[in-house]
């Protein structure tokens, strides 16, 4: 078997246009210790220093120092920074506002994350976005920083003036609310709020919600809302087994849905960061031509992308084993994005590794536990159940 060495797309080895990115930041990074401020300095002075040796404003510079200060709890991702020089001064901001605020002790899963996020597997993988770094750090660290009961999760309803409301629910409902209005916006051409309104005061609305949860653990994850108590899910919910499946017609099973957005987690399309559940489902080989309704042929594309590929401007393969994507573009080059969501190998196995550690969490931050859910479906990428919620009564 041939084993064939991974790198980002921008630091395509051999590449003299594609290694400037790599040597860019490379000299960033080595101008920054230079000018990099005691943490006893005068905070203004050294960033309007900062700011003026680099061309950027202060309150930039001071935003880039918080990324370059995170790193220093993060050996593991500023090791691969040093390999590879895959970090700009963007995606570095990035991290350090993601993390301000984080406890030294739930720093180490946060570079573990991270440094796999930046550890490529694949020729020509797709360098992670800055949207993509928020959301990796946000999945860490919903898993540690679970609200207290009560905390935040209370209901409230607030009536400001004679135009506008305000309420606040628990997550599970908030998203079922969010996703109704939006079908229902896009059903009737209609503005949010309009959609809110018909929603309101029409009888028999309906949405329905995936939340995955792994074998062995009480919280569930939703998509677009991170990890959730299970006995927190206040819709009327049931347990299903997914897996690999099939669908005889055209439009897809909810159980093959649920598999291939578990999967995908967002538009596979490279650099798009829409959620896989505001996506259309394509059929890589076209259903007029015998490509089957399955869950190796369908892949989550939202409708811009999706128009893209149906003109045929560009085409794509993919490996139904890893369901890594390989895109074909019409000048020659190519691009490998891997699935973001949750049913892979990978984010299936770290999550179930921190799931084990969630006990060790909740005592040390006074957390109740939940009670495990028993029902588990099984693939190769894991173990979870596949717990629906449906927001009608």
Known sequence: MIHLKGWFAPCHPG????????????????????????LGDWADLSFAYIGRM???????AEAIYRGFFALSFLPGLSYRQRQDWVLDFERIAVIGRELL?????????????????????????????????????????????????GEGTEECYEREGDTGFRVRLDESTAEAIDRAVRAKAAKEG????????????EDGA?????????????????????????????????????????????VPAAAVRAFVE????????????????????????????QGPTDTDNLVCLCSHHHNIKTAKRVFYVMDPCTGDIFWLFPDGTWEVTVPNGVVVPETANFMQTVAQRMEWVWQR????????HETTWTTAAGSFSDV??????
């Open 365 to 372: 931050y006074s957390r109740d536990t939940i009670a495990d």
């Open 101 to 149: 605020g984080v406890d030294a002790e739930v720093m180490p899963f946060v570079d573990t994350a991270l440094e796999e996020l930046f550890t490529p597997t694949r020729p020509q993988q797709q360098l992670p976005t800055t949207a993509r770094i928020r959301q990796v750090i946000r999945d860490v660290l919903s898993m540690f920083y679970l609200p207290e009961p």
């Open 388 to 393: 629906e919620g449906d927001s009608s009564r």
């Open 262 to 289: 578990g999967r995908d987690g967002t538009c596979r399309w490279p650099g798009c960061t829409v959620p896989a559940y505001r996506t259309q489902l394509d059929h890589r080989v076209e259903y007029d031509r």
């Open 15 to 38: 590449n003299d246009v594609a290694g400037v990115y790599s040597t860019i930041n490379r000299l960033h990074w080595e101008a920054w210790q230079k000018v990099q401020p005691d």
């Open 54 to 60: 680099f061309g950027i404003s202060g309150r930039r």
């Open 190 to 201: 209609v503005s949010f709020a309009r959609a809110l309104a018909m929603l309101v005061l």
């Open 206 to 250: 309906k949405v329905i919600i995936n939340a995955y949860q792994p074998a062995g653990s009480s919280v569930a994850f939703i998509p677009g809302r991170g990890l959730v108590n299970v006995e927190d899910i206040e819709l009327e919910t049931f347990v299903r087994d997914i897996q690999p499946s099939s669908s005889s017609g055209y």
